[in-house]
Structures are given as C-alpha cells and as structure tokens.
C-alpha cells in the first residue's frame, strides 16, 4: 500500500512540476481571494487583524477544492478513472498517494498565503511552530476528504458543482477548528493558546477518521462503470 | 408491506395527527412564558427528532445493510433514498418552524447558537446525498457510491457537533438564546402528553411516507429493468441479422 | 497456426466466459458471451462497429462489470473481483492512459512500477520500440497521434502481462510501427503470454492470429474451444 501511494504521489508531484498548475494558477487564485476580501470588508476599518485567521482558512479551503479538482483532472483523457483503475495499483494505496501529494502542494500554498496574510493584513505570527501543527493537521484533514469526495465525483460531468457541495459542508469543522486555533497566534482576537488546544485536538480527530475512510472507501469508489 | 398493512398505518397516522391537532391547538393551554407560540413547538420538537434522528438513522443504517455482502439487496437502497428524502423535507419544515418559533420568543429569525448551526449543516449534508442520488448511473453503481456519501455524513455529524458545540460555548452568548432551556421537558401534563402524542403522530406518518415512496421507488426501477430486457431483445436482434455479413471470409 | 481443439477442462484457459452480460449504463454491451481462449493463443475479434469488441476487451482487463453468467480471466473470478487481473494484463485501447504532462520515460517507468516490474522493464520498452531517441524525454502531449499509441504499446510491453488486449493495434501506427507490433506480439505468445486482439485489418490480423472469434450484437460465435476447426476457411459456428 504505502509503495503504492509513493508511486502515486511521486507522479502527481511530478505532472504538476512540469505543469505548474498550482504554482501558476491556485497561488495567484489564492492572493486575489486575500486581496478581494479586503475590499469586501474595507481595509480601513481595521477589521482585517481580527478576521485575519478566518479569511486565511477559507482562502485555503477553496484553493484546495481547486487543487482536488486538478487532482482528478489529470487523470489521463476521457474517463477520469479508467487509467487509475487499469494500473492495477491498490485503491487505498492510490487514495494515501493522490491526498498526500494535494496535501503537500496545499502546505506549500499555505507557507505563501500566510506571509500573504502578515503582509497584507498587517498581523502577526506569534506562534510559527504551533501555526505550523495547526496547519498540518487541517490540511491533512482538507486533503483526505477532498480526495474522497473527488473520487465520487470524479468522471462525472456534473463535477466541478457536485464537489463543492458536497465537501464544504464536511469541511465546516476543519474551518472552524482551523480558524479559532489559529486566531491564539495570528491577528488580534482574545482567543488564548488555552482555548485553542482542543480544537487542535478536533482537527486532529477529523484528519484521523477521514484518512481512514479514505483508505477504506477510495478503492471501491473508484470501481463505477 | 401489505396494502392493507399500509392503509391501517395510514388511518392510524391520520387518526393520531387529527388528535395532536386538536390537543395542540385547542385543548392544551398556553404556555406562561411563550403564549400561544409554544403550539409550534408541537411541531417544531416531532418534526426535528423524526428528520435527525429517525429517518437520518435509517438512511444510515440501510446505507450500511447496503454496503454489507451479506445483506446487499436493492431494498436497502431504495429506502435509505426515501428516507433521506423524507429526512430533508421535514428538517426544512424544522428549521422554518424554528424560525417562525424563534421570531416572537428571540426577537431575530435566525441565531448561531449550537443547535441551529449544526442543523443546518446537517441540512446541507444531506442536499449532497440526494444531488448524488440524482446523478444518472447503473442502480448498483449508484446505490454503492450513495452509501459511502451516506456513511461520509454520518461520520461527519457528530464531529459538526462537537465542533459547533466547542464554538458557541466558548463564546458564551447562548445562555439567553438558549432553545433548549425554554424546549425542556419541564412541560408536564397536558402539554407534555400532547408533545408526546405528536412525536407518536410523526413517527407513524413517517413510516406511511417511507412506505409509499419505497413503492414509488420499487416501481422506477421496475420499469427501468423492463425496459434493460428490451434493449437485450434488441441487442441479440443485431446479431442475428448482421450475421450473413460476416458469415464468409 | 493450429489450434488445439481440447474440451475447456483440460487445461486452466486464460479466459472462460458463459453466457456473460456486460451493461454499460442500461445498454447490454455483452448480451451473453460464450468464450474460450486457450494461453499462449492469439485470439483475432472481429465483427460489425458497436458489436462489443471493446467491451468485451476491457472486461477481461477487469474495467467493467459483468452483471450476469461466469466470467474468469488468468483465473480471477470477474463476478467477484475484478481488480486481481489488472496487474496482469494489459491493454491497448482507443484511450492512450498516458499522462500528457509527463514524459515518455516517465509514463513507461509509470506502467512498469504500477505493475510490479522494475523501473528497468519500462526502459527496455522504450527501446524496443524505438523511443530512446530525441522522444524519450518530450512530454506526451507533444508527440503526434501515432507516436502516442506506440508509447501506449510500449506502456503493454513494459508491464510484461500474461494477457495481452489489443484493441484496433493497428490504427494510427506507421508502418513499421505495424512491424514491430507484430513482432512483439508473435514473441509474447511464443513466451507463453495469451493475446487477444480486435481489429478490423483483416489481412495483417489473419496471419499473426491462431484463431479467429466473431463477436456480433453483444455475442461471440465460434467462442468455445470444442467448435473451433482449423481450417482457415470455416464456417462460423451457428449461433444456438
């Protein structure tokens, strides 16, 4: 399984190395998503540090569900599943491979935004270690479920409207958690790092359950048609 | 399930709901607090366990018979469908219920407190259960992909509570707005029996509805497989008259 | 070029079907196949567009679902679980299953690995089909329509099966592409590997196959081993 996924990640890294979609168009995506909810929320007021983290977390959640799309996009021609399905490879060995490789781009993401976030929103980081545990364990989470949602979705030609609906409300505690454990140590709300362990402690719960039934569901989600 | 069977539930449904009504509207009293806006609260509490308890479990439950080989049948599948259908209906008719409860009692159509939240996420959930229903697919291949999204929710529910719980409770506005302070059963007597008369009036009308959109749902797929037979007839028809084409060579 | 007419119990086939059904959607691509293909046999398919050829290539490879009937491919049951075979076989179809964004070597080192074999084996393909060359580190998307399908050929050759599917081989390839093909696929049966291919070029298919199964409205006619005699003249079997 775990040679599987090193496969399968290693080719996912690699087709978006020389294709450079993430780099390309998710960041820049992502930025533009910063910078229009400044002017939705009015730079001026000063509302911005307070909604720091928040903004930073939907910001991710939407540049992810771009990244899963991508994900299955690249699925080669036609029919999204045929090629996955025909390398014979194990479903949850692909399922760890295709989450691992969103992850990591998303992480790479997330290191951009948040010096987006310090500069643009003019907040700090005080907590860079604990930011980066936060991080990890959400995206984690964002990954897993994106994936296996991508995978019931995918091949399907309502796809780019079914995926959103159907992983954002999963995704309503990773924003949650996300949001309020970052605000102990990005922007300016009373949150303290006491209030803010047990919702690592959820993302940590949500990323646990979803690899899980990543590992258990992917393979036979994939086998459709 | 009989007609028969399924026409006594019927009457015992309506018999039983015509009852609650009269309780609720005419023979119970109003509440000393709420006035008369308690009466929707007969509504509201059914409404709200049938949906997230009752036909949300079966859906899961059936989802799991579904996936599991020993019980895999069809059946499963059409009634966690119809049942998540039912689910979604009568958790719109909580929350808009809620709301028109909540307008004279808070003040505000709408507040972020626990419960609400979380009802609306599980609302939107199941949104995503039944678009994926609707997608068109062989009846196994979507019966199977509609179970994983099932159990997926299911998973998700108790972790959107505890999230949502987490959230409110540290932000310590809910004590006023609290919904299950003024829902306790701390109602006794008439209205308690009344409460519980509508509870038992829902449930029965739930497993009418089940019932009847099963049949509806058993009858779809019948008519899908007649019309798989005729395709076969005429897929088997091709070969017999291509047949002298290929014959030489 | 003789095939040995044995009752199917004599010896583990390859492939065995009975009365198999294939629904794509609610269309029954296979409407109750009867097949027998012997290993190291090199079974021709032919038969009208839309007969079922396809379908039923890409179900030995594990890709669809038989709803009803036997079906068993290097003896993995299809009803049960279709994913065992995929490692083991594979196919060429319309479809190159290539990643466009990645380079030949890459996609052959891709299929190689995938199904089990060494980094290595996809190298070797690359070179017996001629793509070591300028080619080998251009991504796919940049090579034309009949380079692609070699590449895909060499993707099957790469992952070594033990049953080759080849869907219209033949199309888009130059001619020495064809060549080689040949070559490649007289070799994999002579090494013990079972082929079997569709094709609509009847000449060039007629003398690598050892025999010959027409597949008409969702059906195959001269399917089972026990009807098969070796003339290359026969009359197909009657459908029963």
């Not at chain 1, 997330?110 to 364990?137: K, N, P, Q, S």
């Not at chain 2, 015509?18 to 709420?34: F, G, K």
């Not at chain 3, 293909?37 to 679902?65: M, S, Y």
């Amino acid at each position: 399984m775990f040679r599987d996924a090193a496969l399968v990640a290693g080719k996912d890294l690699r087709i978006e190395a020389r294709s450079r979609v993430a780099t390309n168009q998710v960041l820049p995506f992502a930025l533009l998503v910063l910078i229009l909810f400044a002017f939705a929320l009015d730079a001026d007021r000063g509302q911005l540090a307070s909604v720091a983290a928040g903004m930073f977390w939907v910001t991710v959640l939407f540049s992810g569900l771009l990244a899963v799309q991508r994900s299955f996009a690249v699925e080669a021609g036609d029919d999204a599943r045929d090629a996955l399905r025909l390398s014979g490879l194990d479903g949850a060995g692909v399922f760890l491979g295709k989450a691992g490789a969103v992850a990591a781009q998303l992480l790479a993401l997330e290191v951009v935004l948040a010096a987006g976030v310090i500069v643009l929103y003019d907040v700090d980081l005080t907590g860079v270690a604990f930011f980066a545990l936060v991080c990890t364990l959400a995206t984690v989470g964002i990954a897993a479920s994106g994936t296996v949602y991508g995978a019931v979705a995918a091949g399907l030609r309502v796809r780019e409207t079914l995926l959103p609906l159907l992983v954002l409300p999963v995704l309503a505690p990773v924003l949650l958690g996300a949001a309020r454990a970052s605000e102990a140590v990005l922007g300016t709300t009373s949150t303290t790092m006491a209030d803010a362990w047990p919702w690592v402690r959820l993302l940590a719960v949500f990323s646990t359950i979803y690899v899980a039934f990543g590992i258990v569901a992917f393979g036979p989600l994939l086998e459709e048609s | 399930m009989t007609t028969t069977g399924s026409r006594v539930l019927g009457w015992s449904a309506a018999v039983s709901l015509a009852l609650t009504a009269w309780m609720a509207l005419v023979a119970s009293p109003a509440d000393a607090v709420q006035g008369d806006a308690v009466r929707l609260l007969y509504l509201h509490v059914p409404t709200a366990w049938l949906a997230m308890y009752l036909s949300f479990g079966v859906t899961t439950l059936a989802s799991v018979l579904y996936l599991w080989k020993r019980t895999r049948s069809q059946f499963w599948d059409l009634v966690a469908g119809a049942s998540a259908e039912i689910g979604v209906v009568f958790l719109g008719l909580t929350l808009v219920i809620g709301s028109i409860w909540g307008r004279p009692i808070w003040g505000v159509w709408w507040t972020w407190d626990a419960r609400l939240t979380s009802t609306a996420v599980l609302f939107v959930l199941y949104l995503g259960y039944l678009a994926i229903r609707r997608v068109p697919a062989e009846p196994h291949v979507r019966g199977r992909r509609a179970a994983i999204v099932a159990l997926a929710a299911f998973v998700d529910v108790p972790v959107v509570h505890m999230a949502v719980d987490w959230w409110r409770t540290l932000h310590q506005e809910a004590s006023v707005l609290d919904e299950r302070r003024l829902g306790d059963p701390q109602i006794t007597g008439v209205m308690l029996f009344t409460l519980l008369l509508a509870v038992l009036a829902f449930t029965l009308l739930y497993f009418w509805l089940l019932v009847h959109r099963y049949r509806l749902a058993r009858v779809e797929e019948e008519a899908e497989a007649r019309r798989l037979e005729e395709a076969l007839v005429e897929r088997r028809a091709e070969g017999v008259e291509a047949v002298p084409e290929v014959s030489t060579t | 070029m003789s095939s040995p007419a044995l009752p199917p119990a004599a010896m583990p086939l390859a492939a065995r079907f009975r009365a198999a059904v294939s629904l794509l959607g609610r269309f029954p691509a296979l409407a109750g196949v009867d097949l027998d293909v012997a290993p190291g046999e090199i079974v021709l398919l032919r038969g009208p567009n839309g007969a079922g050829k396809t379908t039923l290539l890409r179900a030995c490879a594990g890709l669809v679902g038989i709803t009803s009937g036997e079906a068993e491919v290097l003896g993995c049951d299809l009803s049960r679980d279709r994913r065992a075979v995929r490692r083991r076989v594979g196919l060429l179809g319309h479809a190159t299953f290539l990643y466009d964004e990645l380079t030949v070597a890459d996609n052959l080192r891709f299929a190689a690995r995938s199904a089990g074999r060494a980094a290595a084996d996809g190298t070797v393909a690359m070179e017996r089909l001629a793509l070591d060359g300028r080619l080998r580190d251009l991504a796919v998307a940049k090579l034309s329509a009949g380079q692609r399908r070699r590449v895909a050929l060499a993707a099957v050759v790469a992952r070594r099966p033990e049953l080759w599917l080849l869907d219209e081989p033949h199309a888009s390839l130059d001619a020495a592409g064809r060549d080689l093909l040949d070559q490649l696929v007289t070799e994999a049966a002579a090494a013990g590997a079972t082929v079997l291919l569709a094709s609509h070029e009847l000449d060039r298919a007629d003398h690598l196959a050892t025999r010959r199964v027409t597949i008409v409205g969702g059906r195959a006619e001269g399917g089972l081993l026990a009807t098969v005699t070796p003339t290359p003249e026969r009359q197909p079997a009657r459908v029963p």
